[in-house]
C-alpha cells in the first residue's frame, strides 16, 4: 500500500486530498493543528480501502514534524505539501513584520525542513516503471 503525507490535512484543499487518497487505497498519514477536524476526518467512511493516520501539530515544530516521519515508517511514496497561511492580507505599508515572517515560517521553511527530514523515506519508496 503507498503511503502519502498531507499537510494541513484538516480542512479545505489538506482534507479533499486525503478523501481523494483514501478512496484510491492509499494510506494517508496527515498532519493539522485541529485535533477534533482530524479526527472527523477519520471517521468518515469513503471505501477504497485506504488507511487514514494522523498527527496533531503544527508543521513549523521540528518535534510535531519527527511524529510525522515515525508513524510514517521507513518508506514514504509522496508528500502534499498543503499547510499554508495566507492572512494577513494588508498594504505593504501596515504589515508587520512578525507577521511576515511568520507566513514564511509556514509556507516556505517549514515545508524546506519537512522534504529534508522525508527525503530518505521518498528515496526509500520503489519507484514506477515508465
Do not use: H
Not at 47 to 64: L, S
Not at 98 to 121: D, G, H, K, T
Amino acid at each position: 500500500m503507498k503511503t502519502v503525507v498531507v499537510t494541513g490535512a484538516s480542512q479545505g484543499i489538506g482534507a479533499a486530498c486525503v478523501r481523494a487518497l483514501l478512496v484510491q487505497g492509499v494510506r494517508v498519514v496527515g498532519i493539522a493543528r485541529s485535533a477534533e477536524a482530524l479526527r472527523l476526518l477519520s471517521l468518515e467512511k469513503l471505501g477504497g480501502g485506504g488507511r487514514f493516520e494522523y498527527v496533531v501539530g503544527d508543521i513549523c515544530e521540528e518535534a510535531a514534524c519527527e511524529r510525522l516521519l515515525e508513524l510514517v515508517g521507513p518508506c514514504l511514496d509522496g508528500l502534499i505539501l498543503n499547510a499554508a497561511r495566507v492572512d494577513p492580507v494588508c498594504r505593504t505599508e501596515t504589515l508587520e513584520l512578525a507577521a511576515l515572517r511568520e507566513i514564511y515560517e509556514v509556507n516556505l521553511f517549514a515545508n524546506v525542513r519537512l522534504v529534508q527530514m522525508a527525503w530518505s523515506r521518498l528515496r526509500a519508496a520503489p519507484q514506477p516503471r515508465l
